[in-house]
């Protein structure tokens, strides 16, 4: 079964930046979504596209795609940004659809 | 403004059933695709399964294919998760999940826990 690998935490400083990465074999030929979740909520889409920012996010998220690795970059990191995000994309075929097991930020 | 409201988790023994609803509004629901997508306690997101807008097509996670049946009714604004044969690994909050064009999950629910224990 298709499988996108995060690594399992980051730890960044207020004002810092963290980056978060995805890595997928597929990836080359499909889209890569990231998404935040805060503790005890539902999950909350913050890029689309690889890079593209739904109204509402805050310019400091940002996403990238090279090869078989996705990144999602937090310039800034603010308090609030701490949670788990997870990266989703789909298996060659697309029909499969599969999320990464996700990375703690603190 | 978008909602999705899931009902119907609850405590359930292993090898019985659920049907778990998510009622929606606040946009067409019939222009949209829909999913379940799960999250077992402590763990990471699982896709579970989607439909087509018209819900002539549906996928499946290969762990719950046979078990599980996704439907929806258009003229209610409801989707549903039929679960048969529940295994206590199927134990998760259950959150229905709207694709926008080709985005997935743009919107969701706030997720009806399922608890599969003897």
């Known amino acids: 079964s298709y499988e996108l690998t995060q690594p399992p935490s980051v730890s960044v400083s207020p004002g810092q930046t963290a980056r978060i990465t995805c890595s997928g074999d597929?990836?080359?030929?499909?889209?890569t979504y990231w998404y935040q979740q805060k503790s005890g909520q539902a999950p909350v889409l913050v890029i689309y596209?690889?890079?593209k920012r739904p109204s509402g996010i805050p310019e400091r998220f940002s996403g990238s795609s090279s090869g078989t690795r996705a990144t999602l970059t937090i310039s800034g990191a603010q308090v609030e940004d701490e949670g788990d995000y997870y990266c989703?994309?789909?298996?060659?075929?697309?029909?499969?659809?599969?999320f990464g097991g996700g990375t703690k930020v603190t | 403004e978008v909602q999705l409201v899931e009902s119907g988790g609850g405590l359930v023994q292993p090898g019985g059933s659920l049907r778990l609803s998510c009622a929606v509004s606040g946009f067409t629901f019939s222009y949209h695709w829909m999913n379940w997508v799960r999250q077992a306690p402590g763990k990471g997101l699982e896709w579970v399964a989607h439909?087509?807008?018209?819900?002539?097509?549906?996928y499946y996670v290969d762990s719950v294919k046979g078990r599980f049946t996704i439907s929806r009714d258009n003229a209610r604004n409801l989707l549903y998760l039929q679960m048969n044969s529940l295994r206590a690994e199927d134990t998760a909050v259950y959150y229905c999940?709207?694709?926008?064009?080709?985005?997935?999950?743009?919107?969701w629910g706030q997720g009806t826990l399922v608890t599969v224990s003897s």
């Open positions: 999940a709207r694709d926008w064009k080709t985005v997935p999950f743009d919107y």
């Open positions: 989703y994309s789909t298996d060659r075929s697309g029909t499969h659809r599969v």
């Open positions: 596209e690889d890079s």
């Open positions: 439909i087509k807008k018209d819900g002539s097509e549906t």
């Open positions: 597929a990836l080359p030929k499909a889209y």
